[in-house]
């Protein structure tokens, strides 16, 4: 299979009836340069290439999490956009996701089996201009008990609740801080500097921890 699918900065393709070898396959492909964003749910196939605009925010959103964890003196492991998979049913690539109460079951390992280990406890997941109806079924039927969304103008919370997220006010990875007001943080991304912010929202952590 040729692997030279070419995309516009956050264009989205969505395929029916894709196999699950044919996803493998294209897994397997395209390796060597990981642009594309892969989400496969019995057999239907979403092919999405990030924009600059998705990257920031993806980026903002996981080191938020990696302050909060620092500051809260939490553990984390990080494992960034690793594809999960459950065999012949579903596949997905989150921005960014973390192991943080599981983290003992995983540390260390260098594959996750999701038939043997538990998915990450939170995924971070930028949808700019798209919908995340799909990846919420993928990540739902794969127990991935905690979401962040953030669409370019709302940030929510998302637990997982009798199969489906519902939008909440407290997470349960952070529990007792109002995170929503991450969002007053990530309407600054693109008027000030990166590190600028990121202290400012450690001082905030500071702030709300005393």
Not at 49 to 78: C, Q
């Amino acid at each position: 299979m040729a692997s030279n699918i070419l995309l516009q900065a956050e264009e989205i393709i969505h395929l029916s009836g894709i196999s699950w070898q044919t996803y493998e396959n294209l897994l397997n492909e395209l390796s060597a340069s990981r642009r594309l964003r892969l989400t496969y749910n019995r057999g239907n196939l979403e092919i999405m290439v990030p924009s600059p605009e998705h990257e920031r925010y993806k980026k903002i959103l996981g080191r938020f999490v990696e302050t909060l964890s620092e500051e809260l003196e939490i553990s984390i492991d990080p494992l960034g956009s690793t594809t999960f998979k459950r065999p012949d049913s579903i596949g997905a690539e989150p921005d960014e996701c973390f192991y943080i109460g599981n983290i003992n079951v995983i540390r260390g390992k260098k594959r996750i089996d999701l038939q043997l280990d538990p998915p990450p406890d939170l995924v971070i997941e930028i949808d700019i201009t798209s919908g995340s109806k799909n990846r919420f079924e993928v990540y739902a039927a794969m127990g991935v008990p905690e979401i962040w969304l953030y669409n370019g103008t709302k940030f929510t919370i998302n637990i997982l609740q009798n199969n489906e997220y519902v939008s909440v006010n407290q997470s349960l990875a952070f529990p007792n801080l109002p995170l929503l007001e991450i969002a007053d943080f990530l309407a600054q991304v693109e008027q000030k500097d990166y590190l600028d912010l990121v202290r400012e929202f450690r001082n905030w952590v500071k702030s709300k921890k005393n």
